[in-house]
């Protein structure tokens, strides 16, 4: 198990030195590898599970290359209030947006049923989408609540 962590966090760390968009580019490779990796390693079992990190990986470092090299810090700032907005107080099903008039970047959040996890924090599943440059990208996860009443993504 460790040594397929090594594999994928090499996989991960490696294409994110490869960018040269900067550092927004660099950490949405960073974080899109870090997201494709666990949910490729849902599937499969055995070395087939390390394959499908690996490629989870790979496609989440390029899709999250492309969205960070046009985020810029207002986009982030938007989509980071809106995300908050959303998991803590709107009911399960509604849709929350935001927008930047500079970039024209833009998105939404649905968030889910709120739920307990089996450490006893809570947690909501939700949807996301966000459009850069005209082009539209769309996925899902779950965050939980921390001490401090924030909400942080964990998958």
Do not use: H
């Not at 962590?5 to 550092?23: H, R």
Request: glycine share 16%; net charge negative; aromatic share 6%.
């Amino acid at each position: 198990m460790v040594r397929q962590f090594a594999l994928v966090a090499a996989l991960v760390f490696g294409l994110a030195a490869c960018q040269t968009g900067g550092p927004k580019q660099g950490a949405g490779t960073l974080l899109g590898g870090i997201t494709g990796a666990v949910a490729g390693s849902q599937f499969g079992s055995g070395d087939g599970r390390v394959a499908m990190a690996a490629a989870g990986a790979l496609l989440g470092a390029l899709i999250g290359s492309e969205i960070g090299a046009s985020l810029d810090r207002a986009d982030r700032l938007a989509m980071d209030q809106a995300t908050q907005s959303a998991l803590e107080s709107q009911p399960s099903g509604t849709q929350v947006g935001w927008s930047n008039p500079d970039s024209g970047n833009f998105g939404t959040i649905v968030p889910e049923p709120a739920f307990q996890d089996t450490t006893g924090r809570y947690c909501r599943e939700f949807q996301q989408s966000i459009t850069v440059g005209g082009k539209s990208e769309s996925g899902y996860g779950t965050a939980c609540r921390q001490p401090d009443g924030s909400w942080q993504i964990v998958n």
